[in-house]
């Protein structure tokens, strides 16, 4: 070999191999999170007549908002209980609720369930959910002549 000898410039090809899947990963990494992070968790059968009459879910959603309605659910004993509070802070008495229980994975379980008001505020299914794990417990909420929908997410120990 002389002392002139030229190295290829394709000796940084694997390295642009692996700076272009590094970028990949990466992309694809903050549309997971992004997906994640900003799904509602709301999913209907009907999602073409949903889609197009999109304008009234926002001012549905945006009349809920405007409530600034606090729900809280945990579990008691397999027991849902759901904590409510108006805007102030203050409890939300005096509620109707309609309820029903639905596992977010696996086999499609349901179960309507009751509530009844145990102390200002705080509400107490008459029902036990059958199984530990997670429940999301589909929730429309009337107090005087407002409604608020909500799927707050209980996990039975």
């Known amino acids: 070999m002389s002392a002139t000898t030229h190295?290829?410039?394709?000796r940084h090809f694997p390295w642009f191999v692996v700076a272009a899947f590094v970028v990949v990963i990466a992309v694809n990494g903050g549309m997971v999170w992004s997906a994640l992070a900003t799904f509602p968790g709301a999913a209907v059968n009907n999602d073409f007549d949903h889609s197009n009459h999109y304008d009234a879910v926002l001012a549905v959603a945006a009349r809920q908002a405007a409530l600034g309605w606090r729900v809280e659910?945990?579990?008691?004993?397999?027991?849902?209980?759901?904590?409510?509070?108006?805007?102030?802070?203050?409890?939300l008495a005096h509620a109707r609720i309609a309820a029903t229980a639905r596992r977010p994975l696996g086999?499609?379980?349901a179960m309507a369930l009751t509530f009844?008001?145990?102390?200002?505020?705080?509400?107490?299914?008459?029902?036990?959910?059958?199984?530990?794990?997670?429940?999301d417990v589909l929730l429309s909420i009337?107090?005087?002549?407002?409604?608020?929908?909500?799927?707050?997410?209980?996990?039975?120990?």
């Open 7 to 10: 190295r290829s410039a394709w």
């Open 107 to 109: 086999p499609d379980e």
């Open 73 to 91: 659910a945990t579990d008691a004993a397999r027991h849902p209980v759901l904590m409510l509070a108006a805007r102030d802070g203050a409890p």
């Open 116 to 135: 009844h008001e145990t102390t200002p505020g705080r509400y107490v299914a008459d029902a036990a959910l059958p199984q530990q794990g997670q429940w």
């Open 142 to 157: 009337a107090h005087g002549g407002d409604t608020l929908h909500a799927t707050p997410r209980v996990v039975v120990r």
